[in-house]
């Protein structure tokens, strides 16, 4: 008999970042992380996989400060969104944040800051348009 594959639930927490009018995009291959893994080479807002018994607050803040060496500021929750991966076997929950970054720091050459208006000619995916332009 054929073992049916599991069915299962993931949490993401994603984040639209502002600093000095413009909103932080990463390439997706840059983080080591599940999550940004379905956008390798393309550019798209941070996302990370939060961990069972995680704050997704608590993610973003961590994830910031070990890969960017960022402090985000002015954190505020906008937004949820869901959708099936892995051909219909996981259903993705994602947690949607906007924050600012205070400075830009050397580190920083790790990403992208583009211009609002400009994010959709980097970007794969429409799915955070309406967040960004709010």
């Known amino acids: 008999m054929l073992k049916r594959p599991q069915k299962q639930q993931k949490i993401v927490v994603s984040c639209i970042v502002e600093h000095d009018g413009q909103i932080l995009l990463l390439r997706g291959s840059q983080v080591n992380d599940r999550a940004s893994s379905r956008s390798m080479g393309y550019f798209s807002i941070p996302r990370f996989t939060v961990a069972f018994g995680r704050e997704p607050e608590r993610v973003l803040r961590d994830a910031f400060l070990d890969y960017f060496?960022?402090?985000?500021e002015e954190m505020s929750m906008i937004g949820?969104?869901?959708?099936?991966?892995?051909?219909g076997q996981t259903q993705e929950v994602e947690i949607i944040y906007r924050a600012s970054v205070p400075k830009v720091t050397g580190r920083t050459g790790k990403f992208l800051f583009v211009k609002k208006s400009d994010a959709d000619k980097y970007m794969f995916s429409g799915m955070y348009k309406k967040f960004i332009l709010e």
């Open 80 to 87: 949820t969104a869901q959708r099936l991966t892995d051909m």
């Open 69 to 72: 060496d960022q402090t985000l």
